[in-house]
């Protein structure tokens, strides 16, 4: 296949669309017209990502990027990046306009650079015809709000759904998790009666304490900020959701106002936590290791669950990709994000993930990373997700800042340890939301 | 006539020394020559990062855009925020608290040691061991120990000696995690300033002890009249720079608590930093960093003054 690639920077990647019908057998596409990228003469491109789960990760990424260079004759070079300081290089690179061509960053990094990269509406168009068409959660982050102009390429999400133990919740007299918010509530108590209680991050937890402070706003309707990116979250919802769990927290097991975001997988490996929200990780660190292996037989994972919502309230966190204007080779940056999301490339570095990330494009669907272990299948679907950080304005700064100065998780916290009203932290969480959303 | 004559001289002049090296001769310039590199590296290090953090605390800067100028606003802001005066609070209190647990167990440590004892230097050295340990694994240490579910003490309590029969949530709450925090500084905290007022221990010459003891003097006087006044210099040293270090703590804080459960924990420098870096808000973040300054310039004054220049330590006269 990649013989077609002899002649550098000629050919391009414009050919990509030839090569639809000979795809992997398992991902299916329909014909759509690659952009036409010429690539640039003498380009070289320079990648930052953050760094992997497992190390298949990084190895199939870097033999992709060596398939991309064989094709095209443009030399990639990866640096992975730790996940903290991601987000900091990125503004450091946006800022100073030099440094990496392109970079896989989180959530909403696009949309707060958006004046410092090339449009890649191209690209994604081609894509998600060829690929059974973006989704939901990949649209909202890869889009300008309001528009159908790309501003980033999401490569996947990593989701937070609900992880128990069978054998508890069996114990506690229920077969599987009810949707509503009620008959959920009836399961935490159950366990909390048969001593097996449940356990979700209250603490100051950036994955698990927001996951889980925005799985109960969400749920009960209740959002941060509306449409137009104004401050909602003092609502009759927000009050409800509060005031629910009031009931709930009683069933956690104690400590949880403490947790950081390794907690919960602590206690869950121990066997003092039955029930929590947490990534794949937690499954697998069960399933490879030996004497925990009967937990990981006994675990099952499902998305949260609804309550008034028509979708499991959780927005993955999702590796976005951009290219950067100060980049000299505009074209193979972009032809190269398009390989890299073709099957031939994508497919082996989905299964590579085993699940940590789950896909943004439909076709990748019928992958065969989700045709092993059943118990991963449900992260197949983290990306048909309607709820994004943010929910449900326009993806900014304010709702990263918002989202990392735990203004949603404090809420919920301070009303779990009684020291607020619903009402006085709801009120608290909008004073907070407003600083972080006020025009500039 | 002869005897006007000029008689023969050595005319070789002086050779006039270049404009350089005039320069060089000239010992104002000299001085200030020599002074340069320093006041580069100042200059470099220190007066520019100063001045950029308190330019920032007056704009609206964030990561990834830059600010304008907005005047006293993030400051306005800030003292409309509970969550900084919280911090602020805190700030003050773990600082008191534990210095005076530091400088109380300290000082008790340093006499000790003091004593002659056998392995002296052997047991000297094991007290440095927890400022020795960097910070950021002694925090994890205790991070452990807090554990609402996998601490050492609620094992012990519940599960070795049965007296409790639940765990201890050390962190969970505000007052517990404020002090389980303040326990952890001083902890940390003993050794440096034992070891100080150990040295300063050992100068105190024992011909006073001995001349207090042929006075009749109880254990208590000689304390209290020659060792503490003896101590003074260097315990004002130490205050003053264990103030500083404990004002501005951020590892055992952020490693442990990140400044939960729901702020209570939140020093200064931990606010600024989560305001400033993982939430962006650069310029909110260096206006809290600023507002430190006037209490750590309280704090040095008041070592320095207060505990220093006391007048029997210069010999003057009592004017």
């Known amino acids: ?440 | 006539m002869s005897a006007t004559t000029v008689p023969a001289t050595w005319n070789k002049a002086r050779q006039q020394p270049g404009r350089l090296a005039r320069l060089f001769d000239y010992k104002p310039f000299l001085v200030f020559a020599c002074l340069l590199p320093a006041l580069g590296l100042l200059g470099v290090f220190l007066t520019y990062p100063l001045g950029l953090g308190i330019w920032l605390a007056f704009t609206d800067t964030t990561i990834g855009r830059r600010g304008v100028w907005i005047g006293f606003e993030n400051f306005e802001y800030l003292f409309t925020d509970p969550i900084f005066w919280n911090a602020v609070f805190y700030s003050v209190f773990y600082t008191g608290v534990a210095t005076l647990g530091k400088f109380a167990l300290g000082l008790w440590l340093a006499l000790l040691l003091n004593n002659h004892l056998p392995l002296k230097s052997l047991l000297r050295a094991i007290i440095l061991l927890p400022w020795i340990v960097p910070t950021v694994l002694s925090a994890i240490a205790f991070w452990w120990i807090y554990d609402p579910q996998f601490s050492i003490i609620s094992y012990l309590a519940v599960d070795v000696l049965g007296v409790r029969t639940t765990n201890f949530d050390f962190l969970g709450s505000a007052w517990p995690a404020r002090w389980s925090l303040i326990a952890a500084n001083i902890w940390r905290g003993i050794p440096f300033v034992a070891i100080s007022l150990l040295a300063g221990l050992q100068t105190i010459s024992p011909s006073l002890y001995e001349a207090a003891l042929l006075d009749g003097s109880t254990p208590w006087q000689r304390f209290r009249y020659i060792t503490f006044p003896m101590l003074m210099p260097i315990l004002a040293i130490v205050m003053t720079f264990s103030i500083i270090f404990t004002f501005t703590d951020f590892q055992l804080v952020y490693a442990i608590t990140r400044g939960g459960p729901v702020n209570s924990t939140h020093l200064l420098a931990t606010l600024a930093f989560q305001r400033g870096i993982p939430g962006g808000q650069l310029g909110e973040g260096a206006a809290i960093a600023v507002s430190m300054i006037p209490f750590l310039i309280f704090a040095t004054l008041f070592s320095y003054f207060g505990l220093a220049r006391r007048k029997w330590q210069q010999g003057e006269g009592n004017d």
């Open chain 1, 1 to 440: 296949m990649t013989n077609m690639f002899t002649r550098r920077g000629t050919a391009g990647l414009a050919g990509a669309a030839l090569l639809g019908g000979r795809a992997m057998a398992a991902i299916p596409t329909s014909p759509a017209t690659a952009p036409s990228l010429p690539i640039e003469r003498g380009a070289t491109l320079r990648m930052l990502r953050p760094v992997r789960f497992v190390q298949p990760d990084e190895d199939v990424f870097r033999a992709n990027a060596a398939r991309f260079t064989a094709a095209t004759g443009v030399e990639v070079r990866v640096d992975f990046v730790g996940w903290e300081d991601i987000t900091q290089q990125t503004a450091v690179t946006a800022n100073t306009g030099a440094g990496p061509d392109l970079i896989i960053g989180f959530n909403e990094s696009p949309h707060v650079y958006q004046d410092k990269l090339v449009d890649v509406t191209d690209v994604a168009t081609y894509l998600g015809t060829k690929y059974g068409g973006w989704k939901a959660l990949a649209q909202r982050y890869g889009k300008r709000a309001g528009s159908n102009n790309w501003l980033g390429l999401p490569f996947g999400a990593s989701g937070g759904p609900l992880i128990w133990r069978k054998s508890a919740v069996n114990e506690a007299g229920f077969t599987e998790i009810p949707e509503d918010l009620a008959g959920f509530l009836r399961v935490c108590q159950g366990l909390k009666r048969i001593g097996k209680p449940a356990g979700f991050a209250l603490g100051n937890a950036v994955g698990d304490g927001n996951a889980f402070a925005n799985w109960l706003v969400w749920s009960h309707g209740g959002y941060l900020v509306d449409e137009e990116g104004k401050v909602a979250i003092n609502s009759p919802q927000t009050i409800a959701a509060l005031t629910y769990l009031k009931d709930l927290y009683p069933t956690f097991l104690p400590g949880t106002l403490s947790w950081g975001d390794v907690s919960n997988n602590r206690a869950y490996s121990a066997s003092e936590c039955w029930m929590t929200e947490n990534g794949v990780s937690l499954y697998f660190s069960l399933k490879n290791d030996p004497a925990l292996a009967p937990l990981a037989e006994d675990t099952q994972i499902q998305p949260m669950p609804k309550g008034l919502a028509a979708t499991a309230p959780n927005a993955g966190l999702t590796l976005n990709a951009m290219v950067f204007k100060h980049s000299r080779f505009p074209n193979a940056a972009k032809a190269f994000l398009s390989f890299m999301l073709e099957a031939e490339q994508y497919d082996p570095w989905l299964q590579a993930n085993v699940g940590y990330w789950g896909q943004p494009l439909n076709a990748y669907d019928e992958s065969d990373t989700w045709k092993g272990d059943p118990k991963v299948a449900v992260f197949r679907t983290t990306m048909n997700s309607d709820f994004w950080l943010g929910y449900k304005g326009p993806i900014s700064e304010g709702s990263a800042a918002a989202n990392a100065d735990y203004v949603m998780v404090q809420m919920c916290a301070s009303v779990a340890s009684g020291q607020a009203t619903p009402q006085a932290a709801a009120a608290e969480a909008e004073r907070r939301a407003r600083r972080f959303f006020r025009a500039r």
